[in-house]
């Protein structure tokens, strides 16, 4: 069996690479390379056990049985010479020499566990960012060698992982920071806080699966053809950086919505707004609102913004470095002291006069028995001070019409509306909100399995200002 690789691609394919993504657009045939992986592999090395996994049955039968290339057609030949069987009442492949594909689905969390006692020789995760990290991660605990003997050609390249994925859905954050960001063909050794495997990511775009383009060359046309270039752009080139269809990006330019960190004039009001989390992280956002006079920018120039538009002039996201949606576990007289250490030691906020804005209202909520202070009033003791956002019923929806509106305004060319920008320095809100998936279920809404707590703290912080009308609310200081 004959793998079909990029030159590229094939040598860290067959590198000691052992958790390898094949990440991208459309019609990089990273299904069809899989399921030739570990045909391959099942033929080669006797007992291997591989599992293959989507997320649903539907899914894995559709993409991995159906078809002209999906495992019946592609076995066909062995199967009538009975070198293999597929047991269609059991979902594996079982090959003569004893080696095995289990056809596997996890629709629900709590499903990872029927995994628990396998011994998975390679693990092959179809369409990663459908999954949960937690999910993988329990996936990749399962992965062992055991005592399986393994052929001299392939000492040092087993137990292995075989992930594929396009850009989007509720996994698109960790999976980009854990491989995309890692950069294309960058084999590195991770730490054993994860997994301690090496890892690898490769583009795997249409361009690389000759197959498709000669049987099909109008294809990339038809890419072309969906119209929304957004769209097209992730498609055609794997861009991660951004989700179309998802909540902002169609009004997301980092042209105009990212900044220079400048100097916020004295006049400015400064306010700060929060998302409480503890085992899920939580977020901090300190914001400048214009009040229409001229501004100093970095380069010499001078530049006027609308009145009352919003800047988003620092951050502290508390997420564990290097996870994704993993909290800090603080309690919330430490974020408090936290928030103040860094009002008076950053620059931007040192000597400022901070306004007391909106957060999640359920922190001044008493579940934590009667004897104990709110998580609210933990923080007030420490002299930070909150009010209430607005979480009134349709208030989610009509958040994030209100911050697309903001990002909106900032690209009208000239500028008549209350804007919305990003200082350079808040990189995880530049990070996250670009790539906020819609909910499937109400594309009016965010998908609340997503990354979401530096979206509801921006979405308080806009609501606070718009259910007021005025500044004037922003009231209490510290």
Same mark, same amino acid.
């Given at each position: 069996?004959?793998?079909?690789?990029?030159?590229?691609?094939?040598?860290?394919?067959?590198?000691?690479?052992?958790?390898?993504?094949?990440?991208?657009?459309?019609?990089?045939?990273?299904?069809?390379?899989?399921?030739?992986?570990?045909?391959?592999?099942?033929?080669?090395?006797?007992?291997?056990?591989?599992?293959?996994?989507?997320?649903?049955?539907?899914?894995?039968?559709?993409?991995?049985?159906?078809?002209?290339?999906?495992?019946?057609?592609?076995?066909?030949?062995?199967?009538?010479?009975?070198?293999?069987?597929?047991?269609?009442?059991?979902?594996?492949?079982?090959?003569?020499?004893?080696?095995?594909?289990?056809?596997?689905?996890?629709?629900?969390?709590?499903?990872?566990?029927?995994?628990?006692?396998?011994?998975?020789?390679?693990?092959?995760?179809?369409?990663?960012?459908?999954?949960?990290?937690?999910?993988?991660?329990?996936?990749?605990?399962?992965?062992?060698?055991?005592?399986?003997?393994?052929?001299?050609?392939?000492?040092?390249?087993?137990?292995?992982?075989?992930?594929?994925?396009?850009?989007?859905?509720?996994?698109?954050?960790?999976?980009?920071?854990?491989?995309?960001?890692?950069?294309?063909?960058?084999?590195?050794?991770?730490?054993?806080?994860?997994?301690?495997?090496?890892?690898?990511?490769?583009?795997?775009?249409?361009?690389?699966?000759?197959?498709?383009?000669?049987?099909?060359?109008?294809?990339?046309?038809?890419?072309?053809?969906?119209?929304?270039?957004?769209?097209?752009?992730?498609?055609?080139?794997?861009?991660?950086?951004?989700?179309?269809?998802?909540?902002?990006?169609?009004?997301?330019?980092?042209?105009?919505?990212?900044?220079?960190?400048?100097?916020?004039?004295?006049?400015?009001?400064?306010?700060?707004?929060?998302?409480?989390?503890?085992?899920?992280?939580?977020?901090?956002?300190?914001?400048?609102?214009?009040?229409?006079?001229?501004?100093?920018?970095?380069?010499?120039?001078?530049?006027?913004?609308?009145?009352?538009?919003?800047?988003?002039?620092?951050?502290?996201?508390?997420?564990?470095?290097?996870?994704?949606?993993?909290?800090?576990?603080?309690?919330?007289?430490?974020?408090?002291?936290?928030?103040?250490?860094?009002?008076?030691?950053?620059?931007?906020?040192?000597?400022?006069?901070?306004?007391?804005?909106?957060?999640?209202?359920?922190?001044?909520?008493?579940? #934590? =028995?009667?004897?104990?202070?709110?998580?609210?009033?933990?923080? %007030? $003791? *420490?002299?930070?001070?909150?009010?209430? &956002?607005? !979480?009134?019923?349709?208030?989610?929806?009509?958040?994030?019409?209100?911050? #697309? =509106?903001?990002?909106?305004?900032?690209?009208?060319?000239?500028? %008549? $509306? *209350?804007?919305?920008?990003?200082?350079? &320095?808040? !990189?995880?809100?530049?990070?996250?909100?670009?790539?906020?998936?819609?909910?499937?279920?109400?594309?009016?809404?965010?998908?609340?399995?997503?990354?979401?707590?530096?979206?509801?703290?921006?979405?308080?912080?806009?609501?606070?200002?718009?259910?007021?009308?005025?500044?004037?609310?922003?009231?209490?200081?510290?």
């Amino acid at each position: 069996m004959v793998l079909d690789l990029h030159a590229k691609q094939g040598q860290a394919f067959l590198s000691e690479g052992t958790e390898l993504l094949f990440g991208g657009g459309a019609g990089g045939g990273k299904s069809h390379l899989m399921r030739a992986a570990l045909i391959s592999w099942s033929y080669d090395i006797p007992g291997l056990q591989s599992y293959l996994f989507r997320r649903t049955l539907d899914d894995l039968l559709m993409n991995h049985m159906d078809g002209p290339t999906g495992f019946p057609i592609m076995l066909a030949e062995w199967i009538e010479k009975k070198w293999c069987k597929i047991n269609y009442g059991k979902n594996f492949i079982e090959f003569w020499n004893g080696s095995k594909i289990h056809l596997c689905h996890c629709q629900y969390e709590k499903h990872v566990y029927k995994y628990q006692g396998p011994e998975i020789h390679v693990l092959a995760i179809d369409e990663l960012t459908h999954w949960i990290k937690k999910m993988y991660r329990f996936l990749r605990s399962r992965v062992r060698i055991g005592g399986l003997e393994i052929p001299e050609k392939y000492k040092g390249m087993f137990p292995r992982i075989l992930l594929s994925s396009n850009p989007g859905n509720i996994g698109h954050n960790w999976v980009k920071k854990d491989f995309v960001d890692l950069g294309p063909y960058n084999l590195m050794k991770m730490p054993p806080r994860e997994g301690g495997m090496k890892r690898i990511f490769i583009p795997s775009l249409a361009i690389d699966n000759p197959t498709l383009t000669e049987n099909d060359p109008t294809y990339m046309d038809k890419l072309e053809g969906l119209g929304n270039p957004e769209l097209v752009k992730a498609m055609k080139s794997g861009d991660w950086n951004i989700v179309s269809g998802g909540m902002f990006d169609d009004k997301w330019c980092e042209e105009i919505h990212i900044l220079d960190d400048f100097a916020i004039p004295a006049r400015w009001t400064v306010f700060r707004a929060f998302d409480w989390g503890s085992s899920k992280p939580f977020s901090v956002g300190w914001y400048a609102i214009a009040d229409g006079t001229d501004v100093a920018m970095p380069d010499g120039n001078y530049r006027s913004f609308i009145k009352n538009s919003y800047f988003r002039i620092a951050e502290w996201y508390g997420c564990v470095n290097g996870e994704s949606n993993e909290g800090l576990k603080l309690t919330a007289r430490e974020i408090a002291q936290g928030i103040m250490e860094r009002q008076e030691s950053w620059n931007i906020l040192k000597n400022r006069h901070i306004m007391s804005g909106p957060a999640d209202s359920s922190i001044y909520a008493k579940d #934590r =028995g009667e004897a104990q202070n709110s998580i609210g009033e933990d923080m %007030e $003791d *420490e002299g930070v001070f909150w009010e209430r &956002s607005d !979480k009134s019923p349709g208030s989610r929806v009509n958040g994030w019409e209100i911050i #697309r =509106g903001r990002l909106d305004a900032a690209l009208k060319s000239p500028q %008549e $509306d *209350e804007a919305l920008y990003f200082f350079k &320095s808040c !990189k995880d809100a530049i990070a996250l909100l670009p790539i906020m998936p819609r909910d499937e279920n109400n594309t009016d809404d965010l998908d609340t399995k997503s990354e979401d707590h530096i979206a509801d703290e921006l979405r308080y912080a806009c609501l606070h200002q718009f259910a007021t009308g005025t500044q004037a609310k922003l009231k209490g200081a510290s």
